[in-house]
Antibody, heavy 118, light 107 residues
Framework: EVQLVQSGAEVKKPGESLKISCKGS????????IGWVRQMPGKGLEWMGI????????RYSPSFQGQVTISADKSISTAYLQWSSLKASDTAMYYC???????????WGQGTLVTVSS | DIQMTQSPSSLSASVGDRVTITCRAS??????LNWYQQKPGKAPKLLIY???SLQSGVPSRFSGSGSGTDFTLTISSLQPEDFATYYC?????????FGPGTKVDIK
């Protein structure tokens, strides 16, 4: 069974760093792109970027380039999303998802809620 | 970036109704169009990929059509579990932009 399991909710202060994770199982982790999607409170879905764990090829949305870093450790089938200096506007739910046919996202993690507040 | 629009932004419908949601891309995306359903507090769920291919396990009352710039999602007979928000997404080029969503609620 394909599963993506994300790390738990985080509460951080502005300026702090953070790395959240997404662990894949039940499939060949190195053979599928993994994407990250942001959903701010009460808002729609925003495509942030994708990574191919097989060779760590990474693509970012211009809206998120330089704001976050996407990485992966294929030895433990885990993708990451990290911030070096959080802002209150980073408060959102973050989802990881596996990309499959026609680059659709067929399996999703349960989401990680990140709250940034002083 | 390719821009995606959806209409309507919300609609009210009754169980058994036929519901159609439209999605438009700012440039041709061939058939690289996906539809997702999201319920409150849950992750999105893939319904349709490649404009008209039904994802495994999704009920056949859901269907998709279109190519180029104009696409539709149709629910042939709305069921109680279908009340949710629906998003289209283009996967023709990065970033894989989503539409703003269409909320389907109970009339």
């Amino acid at each position: 069974e394909v599963q993506l399991v994300q790390s738990g909710a985080e509460v951080k202060k502005p300026g702090e760093s953070l790395k959240i994770s997404c662990k894949g199982s039940g499939y060949s982790f190195t053979s599928y792109w993994i994407g990250w999607v942001r959903q701010m409170p009460g808002k729609g879905l925003e495509w942030m970027g994708i990574i191919y764990p097989g060779d760590s090829d990474t693509r970012y949305s211009p809206s998120f380039q330089g704001q976050v870093t996407i990485s992966a450790d294929k030895s433990i089938s885990t993708a990451y999303l990290q911030w070096s200096s959080l802002k209150a506007s980073d408060t959102a739910m973050y989802y990881c998802a596996r990309q499959s046919l026609y680059d659709s996202s067929d399996f999703w993690g349960q989401g990680t809620l990140v709250t940034v507040s002083s | 970036d390719i821009q995606m629009t959806q209409s309507p932004s919300s609609l009210s419908a009754s169980v058994g109704d036929r519901v159609t949601i439209t999605c438009r891309a700012s440039q041709s995306i061939s058939s690289y169009l996906n539809w997702y359903q999201q319920k409150p507090g849950k992750a999105p769920k893939l319904l349709i990929y490649a404009a008209s291919s039904l994802q495994s396990g999704v009920p056949s009352r859901f269907s998709g059509s279109g190519s180029g710039t104009d696409f539709t999602l149709t629910i042939s007979s709305l069921q109680p579990e279908d009340f949710a928000t629906y998003y289209c997404q283009q996967s023709y080029s990065t970033p894989g932009t989503f539409g703003p969503g269409t909320k389907v609620d109970i009339k």
